[in-house]
Nanobody
Framework: QVRLVESGGGLVQAGGSLRLSCAASGNILTINLNAMAWYRQCPGKQRELVADITSAGTANYADSVKDRFTISRDNAKNTMTLQMDSLKPEDTAVYYC???????????WGQGTQVTVSS
């Protein structure tokens, strides 16, 4: 089992920055050997992938956040962060931390943290 807890959301003006953190606990092997990711969901819309990062540290980004967001992870501390710069109102969403256990095709989710960007 894996437990994920997000923090760092809040209200910010357009052009501002926020840093989200995800603390993982439980099966450390599952956490360290699998990819981690940030997803977001706006009301009435499907959850979408924002960025993911492999256990080796290779990152991928959605086109909408490329060059503005930076994902990172610290396997020794079982944490993941998302640095969000140049925020836009369309970034407003609930952001979720995710671990995908590929062996069992299983997703673990945090409870989510609200990010609101005002214009």
């Amino acid at each position: 089992q894996v437990r994920l807890v997000e923090s760092g959301g809040g209200l910010v003006q357009a052009g501002g920055s926020l840093r989200l953190s995800c603390a993982a606990s439980g099966n450390i092997l599952t956490i360290n050997l699998n990819a981690m990711a940030w997803y977001r969901q706006c009301p009435g819309k499907q959850r979408e992938l924002v960025a993911d990062i492999t256990s080796a540290g290779t990152a991928n980004y959605a086109d909408s956040v490329k060059d503005r967001f930076t994902i990172s992870r610290d396997n020794a501390k079982n944490t993941m962060t998302l640095q969000m710069d140049s925020l836009k109102p369309e970034d407003t969403a609930v952001y979720y931390c995710n671990v995908f256990e590929r062996r069992w095709n299983r997703h673990y989710w945090g409870q989510g943290t609200q990010v609101t960007v005002s214009s």
